[in-house]
């Protein structure tokens, strides 16, 4: 039996942003006291979409120094960069040969990211999800904390490990293997903060790759600057309720509430009741303070990080090494398997 391993990856691609770190990072943090965990920079998914060369490495080195300013381990667990183990595109191969079109081509987030443009975007967007599943059964990761936006390309892995079980049953046993040799992965989705909505509009989310900075908090923002986008955030007329029902139709005050939940580790509730029937200002005012004392620290760490270069390099190739050795193993049964 394989012991309880947690995978989950952040993009290099800049402006990392609240909800990566409520949606993300923050749980990262906790499963470290339960499992064994690897984190990964997944630069191989950035490049999916044009990157500046230049940027592409400062944002690796910049998602590291956030994993490490947020309380993740590199000693104890495991941080790496994607690219630095050949086995995520080796097995991401193999996998486009098990995925199937049709699976692929109903992934809402191609749809949303590809839009109108769908003969010019990169074949590697299309395989986006193909890749995730070669990250993720690369060291069979029984599960893996994500945002709900990702909870489809969670689906689609579980769906490429059962085929690719199924497809080399016969070669599974006849190596000694066991039964199946991917786990069926779990995602971990929970809490308040599941989907941090943008602050200027209530029915996106709230995204590094929005044009306008005052739709999201990043985790390098001063205090005047989370002041600031904090007051501007679009809010409705009416006080806050004091039940969470009242929440419903109200999607940028359902927003604001779930964020002070998900900082405080409490629920939409237990906001209302300390909020509820005051003004939209006394508690903007309350989330400013809590945001400005529970991402400062952060900010301020991630930039002393960032001054030492090498030093986040080498906790990288550590990692990477350490990565490798499960990896390589992985990919040494999978060609067994596949008859290699
Ligand atoms: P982005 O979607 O901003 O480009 P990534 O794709 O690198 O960020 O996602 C990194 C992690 O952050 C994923 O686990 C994703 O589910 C989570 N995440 C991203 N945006 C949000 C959000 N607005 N709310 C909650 N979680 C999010
Ligand atoms: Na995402």
Redesign the pocket.
């Known amino acids: 039996a394989v012991a309880e391993r947690v995978f ?1 990856g ?2 290099p ?1 800049g402006n990392l ?1 609240l ?2 770190y ?3 990072i923050k749980r990262f943090v906790a499963l470290q006291e339960t499992h064994d965990c690897l984190y990964c920079v997944v630069d191989l998914h950035a490049i999916t979409v044009w990157q500046d060369p230049e940027e592409l490495k400062r944002h690796t080195r910049e998602v590291t120094a956030a994993f490490i300013a947020c309380g993740i381990d590199p000693k104890a667990h495991i941080v790496f960069n994607q690219s630095q183990v050949s086995g995520h595109a080796e097995l991401a191969w193999i996998f486009n040969c098990v995925a199937r079109m049709g699976w692929l081509s109903r992934m809402t987030q191609f749809k949303e990211k590809a839009g109108k443009d769908r003969e010019n975007v990169s074949l590697g967007l299309f395989a986006y999800p193909s890749l995730m599943a070669a990250d993720i059964l690369l060291y069979r990761a029984t599960h893996v904390p ?2 709900e ?2 909870k489809q390309h969670l689906e689609l892995t579980r769906d490429i490990a059962q085929k690719f079980n199924v497809d080399f049953a016969a070669s599974i046993a006849a190596n000694g293997l066991g039964d199946a040799y991917f786990p069926l992965t779990e995602p971990l989705i929970a809490g308040p ?4 909505m943008s602050l200027r509009d209530g029915s996106k ?5 929005d044009p306008s900075d005052f739709s999201r908090i990043n985790l390098t923002d001063d205090a005047d600057a989370i002041a600031g986008k904090v007051r501007k955030a679009k809010t409705d007329p009416e006080p806050l309720p004091s039940e969470e029902a009242g929440l419903k139709a109200r999607p940028e005050a359902d927003n604001l509430v779930g964020i002070y939940a998900a900082l405080v580790d409490g629920s939409r509730q237990s906001v209302l009741d300390q909020f509820g029937g005051g003004q939209f200002s006394t508690f903007k005012s309350a989330l400013v303070d809590l945001a400005v004392a529970k991402l400062g620290p952060i900010g301020a760490e991630m930039k002393r990080l960032m001054d030492d270069p090498g030093a986040i390099d080498a906790i990288l190739i550590d990692g990477a090494d350490r990565a490798r050795v499960i990896a390589d193993r992985t990919i040494a049964d999978v060609k067994d398997i596949v008859g290699m």
Not at 193 to 196: E, K, M, N
Not at 205 to 209: A, R, T
């Open positions: 989950s952040v993009q691609t942003h909800g990566n409520l949606g993300a994500v945002g936006d990702q903060a599941t989907r941090v989310k709230m995204s590094k790759s």
